[in-house]
């Protein structure tokens, strides 16, 4: 008998659609020099010569646009995200003993028993 191949997942396949158009409009939000910069190297997979080369660069403004780049599209993404990511990761209550206790059992020390 012959398995089945699992068909198009629609709601895998909007959810790629949506996540690109998001990515996309948080990319054209970067200045001009800073989306360049980024598009080739991230993008278009271009090295760092390479990128300096074509837009007539130094190295180090490649890598300082590509590093300023990055760190606008991350506030932008977390930005367009809102309050969600953190509650994703939120560190709180019983998850946070948990951890703590955990980090502590790891260097060898016992967690500060709570005051009854």
Do not use: W
Not at 50 to 72: F, I, N, Q
């Amino acid at each position: 008998m012959q398995a089945a191949t699992p068909g198009p997942d629609p709601e895998k396949d909007a959810s790629a659609l949506e996540m690109r158009a998001f990515l996309e409009e948080a990319v054209a939000t970067l200045p001009e020099n800073y989306r360049t910069v980024f598009v080739l190297r991230s993008i278009e997979d271009m090295s760092t010569e390479e990128t300096a080369e074509c837009l007539d660069l130094s190295l180090d403004v490649v890598k300082t646009r590509l590093h300023r780049a990055r760190g606008l599209l991350r506030r932008e993404l977390l930005a367009r995200a809102g309050t969600s990511v953190a509650a994703l990761y939120a560190f709180a209550g019983a998850r946070c003993d948990r951890i703590v206790a955990a980090v502590l059992a790891r260097v060898g020390r016992e967690p500060v028993s709570k005051p009854s």
